[in-house]
């Protein structure tokens, strides 16, 4: 089944403690991206890789790290994290984002997190 | 200017009629646009995708898009409880950013 992972879908941390929220999928897919959606402001884009090796920075970065060492996985980090990163997380994949295809982005399931 | 503009709403419609949702853009050089319904809670879902100028019909969904007047929109006909939720519009592009997303109330 086509499908977006990302793990752990809810989690309770504390200040300062270093996490990882994984995120795969088994598409082949070149786009990968995370947004946190938060009421009122929407889903909003934290990083996004257009393919392995390559991470760009969306609009709302700071306090956070990506790699994309593979095409199927793109993990979260968080070094030090921080109440106010206390969100929704999705992360999301594409085929590509080039004019010959749909764009169509699939989601993952969703992570809960809150820093206590 | 952010790159998509959505009232957030909530809209609210009776049962039976006709919803519509707008969504403005900055960019012209935007030629495609998504719509994706987000349950409460749930992760979003594509349901149009409407490339070039002009209206796109799927089933009760219609996404117009209008590059002059810089504006996409989603109208949703014999509106129904189960369509209750927030819509979210987004330009195909590099960064694959959305508006804030209209949330749409659907009464009995």
């Known amino acids: 089944e086509a499908q977006v992972t990302q793990n752990p879908r809810y989690l309770i941390t504390v200040t300062g403690k270093k996490l990882t929220v994984t995120c795969s999928q088994n598409?082949?897919?070149?786009?990968m991206s995370w947004y946190r959606q938060d009421p009122g402001l929407g889903l909003r884009q934290i990083y996004y890789?257009?393919?392995?090796?390559?991470?760009d920075k969306g609009d709302v970065p700071e306090g956070y790290k990506v790699s994309r060492k593979e095409k199927r996985n793109f993990p979260l980090i968080l070094e030090s994290p921080s109440p106010n990163q206390t969100s929704l997380y999705f992360c999301?994949?594409?085929?590509?984002?080039?004019?010959?295809?749909?764009?169509?982005?699939?989601f993952g399931e969703g992570s809960r997190l809150t820093v206590l | 200017q952010k790159e998509v503009e959505q009232n957030s709403g909530p809209l609210s419609v009776p049962e039976g009629a006709i919803a519509s949702l707008n969504c403005t853009y900055s960019?012209?050089?935007?030629?495609?646009f998504f719509w994706y319904r987000q349950y409460s809670g749930k992760s979003p879902e594509l349901i149009m995708s409407?490339?070039?100028?002009g209206d796109k019909e799927d089933g009760r969904f219609t996404a117009q898009l209008n590059k002059a007047s810089q504006y996409v929109s989603l109208l949703i006909r014999d509106s129904q409880p189960s369509d209750s939720a927030t819509y979210l519009c987004?330009?195909?592009?590099?960064?694959?950013?959305f508006g804030t997303g209209t949330q749409l109330k659907v009464e009995l």
């Open positions: 999301a994949s594409s085929l590509s984002v080039g004019e010959l295809n749909t764009g169509e982005l699939f």
């Open positions: 987004a330009p195909l592009g590099g960064k694959l950013t």
């Open positions: 409407i490339y070039s100028n």
């Open positions: 890789s257009m393919n392995v090796e390559v991470t």
């Open positions: 960019d012209r050089g935007s030629q495609s």
């Open positions: 598409m082949n897919h070149e786009y």
